[in-house]
């Protein structure tokens, strides 16, 4: 309580949130076994239920509070960001965008929607895919950036491999939506891909 959580180191902070799960039980050795499986703090709470369930002690109560957990840090990450100008607090964006993409094990297709002041006005997953491939409508970004009253978008997804770098099929996608948004007054700020290794802006590589 009094050094702040960066005093914990991860198998520490694990063991926490577990013995909160299992107040009654040694959860030194189901930490190490977690993290042996899974890499990282943020890997763990991140991990789909059906495979924290394969680890031997984890059950019911402690998924659920590894999940609640999660909830909790992607909540107080998206909380930091909503209705607050996105030039000011792009590193806190990304670290929200990294927090509830970068360790899904499929491909997952998020807008954040702005409005004139480019403030973040709404937060949404418009797709899901395969661990490979999102299907992405570029007519459906712009009428829903219509619908909700915004004026430019960022578009954000994943590659579950791990590996930022944006494919030929990323790039013939964002430029169509930058057309289709160009044409009604919808503006692409910017497509970002995220990966476990770190994330890859389309701006700042020069593709849009």
């Not at 009654?24 to 076994?33: G, I, S, T």
């Not at 909790?72 to 000011?88: D, S, T, Y």
């Amino acid at each position: 309580m009094a050094a702040g959580p960066d005093a914990l180191p991860d198998y520490e902070l694990l063991e926490l949130v577990l013995f909160a799960a299992q107040p009654r039980r040694d959860v030194k050795p189901l930490a190490k076994m977690l993290l042996a499986r899974f890499g990282s703090f943020a890997e763990v709470i991140s991990a789909p239920p059906a495979l924290l369930a394969e680890i031997d002690g984890v059950g019911d109560t402690v998924i659920a509070t590894l999940k609640v957990v999660q909830a909790a840090a992607l909540r107080l990450a998206q909380g930091e960001v909503m209705a607050r100008p996105v030039i000011g607090s792009w590193q806190k964006l990304m670290a929200y965008c990294r927090a509830s993409m970068a360790h899904e094990a499929t491909e997952h297709f998020r807008v954040l929607f702005l409005n004139r002041r480019n403030e973040l006005i709404a937060d949404e997953v418009q797709q899901k895919g395969t661990v490979d491939h999102t299907p992405v409508y570029p007519r459906e970004v712009v009428k829903r950036a219509l619908e909700l009253g915004a004026t430019a978008v960022i578009m954000v997804h994943n590659h579950p491999s791990g590996d930022p770098t944006p494919s030929p099929a990323d790039i013939e996608m964002t430029r169509e939506v930058k057309d289709a948004g160009e044409k009604l007054g919808i503006q692409l700020h910017d497509h970002v891909i995220i990966g476990r290794r770190g994330h890859n802006s389309f701006k700042t590589l020069g593709l849009i």
